[in-house]
């Protein structure tokens, strides 16, 4: 494979696999995609968008993972040395107010083949390049760096992170019979009652659960549990609302049991 096919490719995957995720994190529709020619690597592309008022321009790297490796294994962006320096040097004109074209985000993306010929969505990851420029400053760092969700952390750097559902997961959620519904529609919210499903789903549970409900307004899910409950079940299903849900209420006809 030619290396204008490689780049293809990663512009392809980029499109089909990853774009609408990237959109929905950050609330922005993209317009391009191309090979970031500031540095000669095929798989690193700059992403032109649009937040409906202005225009901006992220760096973005996609990897390949093998299947389920991402369960196991934290996303790491690498910034080398050119990186780095060459990232300072447009922070500074920025600073003097010197027009540049800065990436407003720096994101990796990780895809994995769940069957021959075929890509699916591992994760993504979306660093403020502000944000994690000023630490690299303060700290005094030049040298190449690991960057992960930890060390953002703990820095406090700004970032979104999104990890999709393995394949198994995503065959359990779509072949529950258990409802669920946001309110207002809250993707966090709605998240949080799709782990619990799964969770339900994978230990035999889901003959135990009629519906959930989540009050988007008073921010609490409300879970109701089936009329043959007794103690043991509510306490098994108690455990996997606290693993999952943030806020919840169990009822059983509308009256509230735990």
């Known amino acids: 494979m030619s290396i204008n096919e490689v780049l293809e490719n990663y512009i392809k995957i980029f499109n089909f696999n990853v774009k609408s995720e ?15 020619n500031r540095f000669d690597v095929n798989n690193d592309l700059i992403i032109k968008y649009s937040d409906g008022d202005s225009s901006y321009v992220s760096e973005f790297k996609i990897e390949f993972t093998q299947k389920n490796d991402f369960d196991k294994s934290s996303i790491v962006y690498i910034l080398d040395e050119l990186k780095i320096k060459q990232l300072k040097k447009e922070f500074n004109q920025l600073k003097k107010l010197i027009p540049v074209l800065m990436p407003k985000y720096i994101c990796l993306s990780r895809v994995y083949e769940p069957a021959p010929f075929t890509t699916a969505l591992a994760d993504i990851l979306v660093i403020d390049t502000i944000s994690l420029l000023q630490y690299l400053e303060k700290n005094n760092i030049s040298n ?7 060390l953002l952390d703990e820095n406090g750097i700004s970032y979104e992170y999104k990890k999709t559902k393995n394949e198994k997961e995503k065959i359990v959620l779509e072949n529950s019979f258990i409802l669920y519904e946001s309110e207002n529609k809250n ?35 409300l879970i109701e549990i089936c009329d043959e409950y007794n103690n043991s079940l509510l306490n098994k299903v108690e455990l996997i ?13 509308g009256e509230k049991v735990a």
Do not use: H
């Not at 190449?144 to 930890?150: G, L, R, S």
């Not at 993707?187 to 988007?216: A, T």
């Open 187 to 221: 993707e966090d919210e709605i998240e949080q009652m799709q782990k619990f499903i799964i969770d339900i789903e994978l230990s035999n549970l889901e003959d135990s659960i009629d519906m959930l409900f989540y009050n988007s307004n008073e921010n609490y899910c």
């Open 22 to 36: 990237f959109e929905k994190m950050i609330n922005v529709a993209v317009t391009s995609v191309k090979k970031d």
């Open 144 to 150: 190449m760096i690991f960057v992960n969700t930890k």
């Open 241 to 253: 609302a606290q693993k999952n849900i943030k806020n919840f209420i169990i009822l059983n006809n």
